[in-house]
């Protein structure tokens, strides 16, 4: 009966575990999410200065300089408005831009730094 007892109480133990790490992401992620209101507001306000001050000298917010380590590929979140997936291998970045067919070349020339097509030569 006691080893009965000890093993359901282990395998109760390792579903407890496995459940709690299959969950583990989500409950980051919403700790993370909810981070952002529970600072103060002027630590959110220089934090997004920051940010913007960030990808306008380097053309990455730090989130994506640190994506793109992790993955070792080129990180731009904005790249979803394009509804192309945000990190691309070089490889993937060419054929990405030669998708789109540009009969003038590209322009880079907008507030998101998102590729567009030359509307005529230059």
Known sequence: MVCKTIYESS????????NFIMR???ILGIAL?????????????LSTGMDI???KE??????????????QTDCDFT?????????MSDEEYVDYLL????EHGYTWNNVLS???CRKSAI
């Open 114 to 116: 998102i590729p567009k």
């Open 33 to 45: 999410f909810l981070t952002g209101c529970a600072l103060p507001w002027p630590v959110t306000v």
């Open 58 to 71: 380097t053309g990455k917010t730090p989130l994506e300089h640190g994506i793109s380590e992790l993955t």
């Open 11 to 18: 395998i109760l133990s390792h579903l407890s575990i496995n």
């Open 79 to 87: 790249r979803v408005i394009d509804g192309v997936f945000p990190c």
């Open 53 to 55: 001050i960030i990808k």
């Open 99 to 102: 998708d789109m067919d540009c």
């Open 24 to 26: 583990l992401p989500i």
